[in-house]
């Protein structure tokens, strides 16, 4: 499993779908994952550090994890299947995990609220490929994806506002 760190949230100008890029926390590798708004919204929101006046999901369950004495260990994006990223997330309670499946928007979002590391699977950020229709880099390896990146301009992705 590889560390990762929320790079980029955006609009992919191409299909007008969210975009959450992720980047290596000690690396250049990326990943990128197209999501939901209401996903793209939340992420957005807490990368910018503002609280909306109710709590959103992602903030609901992060106090519901707090209430029961319980802490989010870590988010996982663990597989690619049919065109669709899994995630999982590992919530520690006294001295039992529980791994729950769960979406990798979801998982991004809540990771970030309740300060906990976000891991990628190693094969996923070699070759894995992407989980959509956005637009794809030549090939399916990991410098593509760097030379694709490298080229987009970030007008491109537009900027995501909730």
Do not use: C
């Amino acid at each position: 499993m590889v560390r990762m760190a929320v790079a980029h949230v955006g609009l992919d100008r191409a299909t007008n779908t969210p975009v959450v890029i992720l980047k290596e926390a000690a690396g250049e590798r990326t990943l990128q994952i197209w999501i939901g708004a209401p996903e793209a919204n939340a992420i957005a929101l807490e990368l910018r550090g503002e609280k909306p006046e109710r709590p959103m999901t992602h903030d609901l369950l992060a106090q519901i994890l707090t209430g029961l004495g319980a802490t989010l260990e870590r988010a996982s994006i663990v597989v690619l299947k049919t065109n669709t990223y899994m995630a999982e997330l590992l919530v520690r309670r006294a001295d039992r995990h529980f791994e729950i499946d769960a979406r990798p928007s979801d998982s991004i979002a809540l990771a970030l609220r309740a300060g906990a590391p976000i891991f990628v699977a190693e094969d996923l950020i070699n070759g894995g490929g992407p989980a959509d229709e956005g637009p794809q880099p030549e090939g399916g390896d990991p410098d593509a994806l760097r030379r694709f990146l490298a080229r987009l301009d970030p007008e491109d992705l537009g900027r995501f506002h909730p």
